[in-house]
Nanobody, 126 residues
Framework: QVRLVESGGGWVQAGDSLRLSCNASTGTVRGYPMAWFRQAPGKERAFVAGISGFGGSTDYADAVKGRFTISRDNAKITLFLQMSSLEPEDTAVYYC???????????????????WGQGTQVTVSS
């Protein structure tokens, strides 16, 4: 498994922006699909955005489409989530995840991901 470490969370006001980062422990993730999920209190973990191995394809949950952008820097083996126009409904713990096989597809089901970070809290006040 790959060790993933998220950073960049914080407390912001509605309308603000944040950028989350996820650093991987090994360069093997370069060809692995990766994704961001989030879990709000009392809710199940939900897909936010995903990116294919080497970054050719992306996918977004309807709730964040047009406001969030996922990207990856394979030289630094880092995954990013640029979040803009944040809303109180975006408040959650955000997790990054990596699949354990090369693929040019993007996956929304968390069961497809073998490695997970510890999460970073994002709180958006109204």
């Amino acid at each position: 498994q790959v060790r993933l470490v998220e950073s960049g969370g914080g407390w912001v006001q509605a309308g603000d922006s944040l950028r989350l980062s996820c650093n991987a422990s090994t360069g093997t993730v370069r060809g692995y699909p990766m994704a961001w999920f989030r879990q709000a209190p009392g809710k199940e973990r939900a897909f936010v955005a995903g990116i294919s191995g080497f970054g050719g394809s992306t996918d977004y949950a309807d709730a964040v489409k047009g406001r969030f952008t996922i990207s990856r820097d394979n030289a630094k083996i880092t995954l990013f989530l640029q979040m803009s126009s944040l809303e109180p409904e975006d408040t959650a713990v955000y997790y990054c995840a990596a699949r354990s096989a090369y693929s040019s597809s993007v996956y929304r089901d968390p069961a497809n991901y073998a490695s997970w970070g510890q999460g970073t809290q994002v709180t958006v006040s109204s």
